[in-house]
């Protein structure tokens, strides 16, 4: 990987965003929102993920112009329809609504109908947090991962974001319901290195730790086995169910015109609920008692540093490939 | 196990409470709610648990007599106490008030702390879809599994609800973050049967499929390693942070004195968000992308049947003891 330094990133992803298409101020958040999470170090959903994004809005797949719209409200619960518009501009829209919405009425929930892959689903986390708000959300995906019991992929892994706010750094979940996505499957078989634990199934039905093996079977495991596949399905009814959105069986299989997602954003408005300021104490309380066990995002505020120092890692054929677009 | 009439489980534990002090109608809805959770088909937690429960009455950890009872409202959140007393009745009231909420705001929620043992969680989901509502709910734990990277306890297993309405049969997902309970790693191990998959480390911090070696290690397995682990922590978070209740590491750890829990509950009004009425359409759609495969609580109705006709499934000695109290 080499490193570029962030204003640099950010003002040629906004260019070349301009180009398709993009006005000004949503050019800039989106460029915005792929840089910061090559910055967090989720590497995958970043730099490494913008052409594919570009290619998406060049099949017309993602509608650059294309802003997303209420299409019902039920006081604390809104419809939105994303119109096939940039999904990173369409979450970061909506929760941006439900955290207005949670200012008003304690909690707010907002359900995303028609819109496109999100990205770094932590975005939407850290944007609730940083304005002081417990944020979750979830989206549905194509199916790419078997249900408990079958080989073929039949649920979404549906990437989950719980976020928590806290003065000495906010705590992001952000997980999709596979024990590892296909990039992770791929990055361990790159460097020649076995999971460090079972990750799916390989051509015979064994549970294995050889990447390729999964990688060949399709068959990545759901975490908690069953668990996780039951969990997968109960957000993606949900989502359908709350947006009147598309379920993870109408999506495309593919992850070019994999399109009209369904997505979930809920804020919880803590400045209200926590009147007599306690936040912070109890969160302090719940980290402290792990006693420097590793937690969701523990790690960010360092690494966010040392890539705003020394530039942000991008493989050199992708930084090179932006260059040229 | 033998099998006793359902109405006879009903009148024997309503004649039980009312002589530890619960009121007619209280006496009455706690009964239920242990008698439907064997009903039910979850052993582990209805005529089982029974015994406990009493225990826990009179070692006063929980006071018959309290009164779930609300300490601040902002909108549709709500904060209530649980003083203390029976924990499934109080989350049957908290997931009642999350329901009306919810009529009024689209969505409800309940934060409520000092509560006891909730038994079934799932009793709770059923509760809601029964009403026509989504139902989410979470409770914390005493510290029972160690976070991912440790070996001692440190959070718990804090087991999350998520139910789904659907006229052919509700779907209702009910699981603790823990692969395997240890009323779990019990029953396999008293059949002489090994797990299907890990539960957890050994002695010797390897993984096991033997319940024995786990239940002599304490050290079982969060669904999906560090996934189920951060997961576990969100959740106590987020239901500490919206209580304003105790959080898993303040909890007893002991399963009789284990007390002044934190749960949380919502509630989507699907009746008034769905106003197109598509929703059955929605969830048999997803149910049938299954192709059969197996999905939370999709056998349950047979179950219940089976258990309405032939009686209720009970170990003999724990009927014994509920007959001489």
């Not at 792929?34 to 910055?39: D, K, L, N, Q, Y």
């Not at 708000?133 to 719980?162: K, Q």
């Not at 719940?286 to 690494?303: E, F, N």
């Amino acid at each position: 990987m080499i490193r570029v330094p962030f204003a640099e990133v950010l003002a040629r992803l906004q260019q070349v965003l301009s180009r398709l298409g993009f006005e000004e101020p949503r050019a800039q958040l989106a460029a915005r929102l792929f840089a910061e999470t090559s910055r967090d170090g989720v590497y995958s959903h970043g730099l490494h993920r913008f052409p594919r994004f570009v290619e998406q809005v060049r099949r017309k797949v993602v509608d650059p112009a294309a802003r997303p719209e209420r299409t019902a409200s039920f006081g604390a619960v809104e419809r939105w329809d994303g119109h096939s518009g940039p999904g990173n501009l369409n979450a970061y829209a909506c929760m941006e609504r439900a955290i207005a919405l949670s200012r008003a009425h304690g909690l707010g929930c907002v359900a995303l109908a028609n819109t496109n892959h999100w990205m770094r689903g932590g975005s939407y986390g850290w944007q609730a947090v940083e304005a002081g708000a417990i944020g979750i959300c979830w989206t549905n995906t194509m199916a790419n991962l078997p249900a408990w019991g079958g080989s073929d992929p039949r649920v979404g892994n549906n990437p989950l974001v719980i976020a928590v706010p806290h003065a000495a750094g906010p705590v992001v979940l952000d997980m999709a319901m596979s024990q590892f996505s296909f990039g992770a499957l791929e990055s361990y078989r790159l460097r020649g290195e076995t999971l460090p634990v079972d990750g799916g199934f390989d051509r015979e039905g064994k549970l294995t730790r050889d990447p390729a093996a999964i990688e060949a079977s399709g068959r990545a495991l759901p975490i908690g086995y069953w668990k996780g596949s039951g969990l997968s399905l109960m957000l993606d009814m949900m989502g359908a169910l709350l947006s009147g959105g598309q379920a993870t069986h109408q999506i495309p299989v593919d992850i070019i015109t994999e399109s009209r997602l369904t997505q979930v954003f809920l804020a919880f408005d803590l400045a209200t609920i926590d009147r007599a300021g306690t936040r912070e104490a109890v969160v302090a309380g719940i980290l402290g008692s792990l006693r420097g066990l590793r937690y969701p995002s523990a790690r960010i505020t360092q690494l966010r540093a040392e890539n705003l120092e020394k530039g942000i890692p991008v493989q050199p054929q992708v930084w090179e490939k932006i260059l040229e677009m």
